[in-house]
């Protein structure tokens, strides 16, 4: 197992995915704004809400580097093609699941179907994001697909 790659690679891979997300906000492209997203679910200040979403998806970065590098290591190879597809299901999963399941455990993010609540900042992200932009499904599995390909592509299987 690659474990100095997991460790350094896994963290490069995490920041250029986090890149990748802000630049579509800062575009104009989306408004989902993945730290904010995160730190708002302990934090109610936002710039701490901000802080503290970046070092969590930071860390989750590095959980999902792990199960990448431990998929390569139980394959054989690793390769920035079948990092990819690894990045591409890994778009989709938070897309179709994670996404759509956040207002159920998101403290102040409203629900469609529960409708608005008082003390939510955040408005319900709707299927695959959408709420947040048409962009924002194409802007998420680029940033994934990246993310898989440079573990791929660095990563060494063995």
Do not use: C
Not at 9 to 17: E, H
Not at 39 to 64: E, I, K, N, Y
Not at 133 to 139: A, I, K, M, N, P
């Amino acid at each position: 197992m690659d474990w100095a790659g997991w460790a350094t690679f896994g963290f490069v891979a995490t920041v250029i995915l986090t890149t990748i997300m802000a630049a579509s906000q800062h575009w104009g492209m989306s408004r989902m704004d993945l730290p904010f997203m995160l730190g708002t679910l302990f934090a109610h200040d936002p710039d701490r809400a901000r802080v503290l979403g970046f070092l969590m998806h930071l860390a989750v970065g590095q959980v999902f580097a792990l199960l990448y590098a431990t998929a390569f290591f139980l394959i054989g190879r690793a390769t920035w093609w079948l990092g990819a597809v690894f990045g591409l299901i890994h778009g989709l999963a938070a897309l179709l699941v994670v996404i759509p399941l956040l207002p159920g455990i998101h403290p102040r993010m409203a629900s469609e179907r529960a409708g608005p609540e008082l003390d939510a900042v955040l408005e319900p992200p709707g299927p695959m994001g959408l709420n947040y932009g048409r962009e924002t499904v194409l802007f998420t599995l680029v940033a994934h697909v990246t993310y898989g390909a440079l573990l791929g592509a660095l990563l060494k299987p063995g």
